[in-house]
């Protein structure tokens, strides 16, 4: 089964630090771009951070930049976004997801800033 699970979210103060993990099973990690996306309460799902395999490079949404760090262990299956500086807009529910050929949306992690 083609499966991407979310972990590592929590509740964490204002200025403080989370890792959230991505763990895919059913297929082959390295042959796709994946991204992280969040979404707030009464908001649309937005991409926060990705890799891209057009030009082998890393890409955020300008709210997080400077504080996120999408990363990927291939070996592992496994990809890996480091928050840093949380604010409490960063408050959502976070997914990863393979970008370009999306599959269907695992839970999530909910990343909770309080301020």
């Known amino acids: 089964e083609v499966q991407l699970v979310e972990s590592g979210g929590g509740l964490v103060q204002a200025g403080g630090s989370l890792r959230l993990s991505c763990a895919a099973s059913?297929?082959?990690?390295?042959?796709?771009?994946f991204g992280w996306f969040r979404q707030a309460p009464g908001k649309e799902r937005e991409v926060v951070a990705c890799?891209?395999?057009?030009?082998?490079?890393?890409h955020y949404v300008d709210s997080v930049k400077g504080r996120f760090t999408i990363s990927r262990d291939n070996a592992k299956n496994t990809g890996y976004l480091q928050m840093n500086s949380l604010k409490p807009e960063d408050t959502a529910v976070y997914y990863c997801?393979?970008?370009?050929?999306?599959?269907?949306w695992g839970q999530g992690t909910q990343v909770t800033v309080s301020s």
């Open positions: 997801n393979r970008v370009g050929s999306l599959i269907p």
């Open positions: 059913g297929f082959i990690f390295d042959d796709y771009a």
């Open positions: 890799f891209s395999h057009a030009d082998d490079g890393t």
